[in-house]
């Protein structure tokens, strides 16, 4: 009895945490997504599915699918980079692993808003990136790396690569060494070896990575803002323009629901392939 309400009063504070910022500003998100906007800005406690049927209109699906794909890219990118820093560090000893990992870290101590301005001054077209590429007559004109879908790419890569880096090396860090020794000693090359025990091995990792890669390339709006120039339209800025501009939030609360209901539409297909909600821990 005595360990039983240790262990309540320990997990108090979390679940304290839980329902006051997350669960009830999810609920409040869920219950005004069924309101209406008046004139105003303010919200008309009337029972309404007209956000949710103004979702299907062709403008706001174009953007769905532009920031869908964005995320997709950015997703992709992260594991073709991630993969290989991965599997290179871990045949490191242990110190320069450390070190490696705490480079990894290093830019989560600058605010992300100032690391996007600082791209400004890399990418544009008297940017670092351009004066360097012209300097080597690498190119004859500066490239537009700023103000389109691959400024965004970039930037969004930069921020959330971390987040797929660090599931994967605590996965691959685990793997038994003997099983990569039996492997080659039956004869399996480099690609089979990834492919036949690497691979399977990460597999929640890398779910758990592309999960916290691709959900928040949905709604990034202050990179779109920096590196799109305000000229390209994701789902984070739709629901933020619903927001602070439009002051339609029940509008902005709809799409709030549908980006959440995304992630959860990936889990459940992560599920009904095989994965275990316990695997993402």
Not at 15 to 35: A, N, R
Not at 151 to 165: A, K, N
Not at 256 to 278: A, D, H
Request: proline fraction near 4%.
């Amino acid at each position: 009895m005595k360990d039983k309400l240790h262990k309540w009063l320990f997990t108090l504070p979390v679940t304290i945490y839980s329902i006051l910022l997350i669960l009830l500003p999810l609920v409040y998100i869920f219950i005004i997504s069924f309101f209406k906007s008046d004139s105003y800005g303010g919200m008309i406690t009337t029972f309404t599915l007209s956000n949710y049927i103004q979702l299907f209109d062709m403008v706001y699906m174009r953007i769905f699918m532009q920031s869908i794909i964005i995320a997709l890219v950015v997703t992709f990118i992260c594991i073709l980079i991630a993969y290989p820093f991965v599997l290179a560090i871990t045949h490191k000893n242990a110190r320069i692993q450390k070190i490696l990992i705490t480079l990894v870290m290093v830019p989560f101590l600058t605010n992300s808003l100032i690391r996007m301005y600082g791209f400004v001054v890399l990418l544009r077209k008297s940017g670092v990136v351009n004066t360097f590429l012209l300097g080597l007559g690498l190119t004859n004109n500066p490239l537009k790396l700023m103000y389109n879908n691959l400024g965004i790419i970039i930037g969004m890569v930069y921020t959330l690569l971390p987040f797929m880096i660090l599931p994967l090396y605590s996965s691959v860090s685990s793997i038994n060494k003997s099983l990569l020794e039996a492997a080659c000693d039956l004869g399996a090359n480099k690609r089979k070896t990834f492919f036949r025990v690497i691979l399977p091995f990460t597999k929640p990792a890398l779910f758990n990575g592309s999960l916290m890669v691709f959900t928040p390339a949905l709604g990034y709006f202050f990179i779109v803002d920096v590196l799109g120039g305000g000229k390209i339209m994701i789902l984070g800025n739709l629901i933020k323009n619903q927001f602070l501009t439009a002051r339609n939030w029940p509008f902005g609360a709809s799409i709030s629901v549908f980006l959440l209901l995304i992630t959860f539409i990936i889990i459940g297909i992560y599920r009904k392939t095989g994965g275990k909600l316990e695997d993402l821990g």
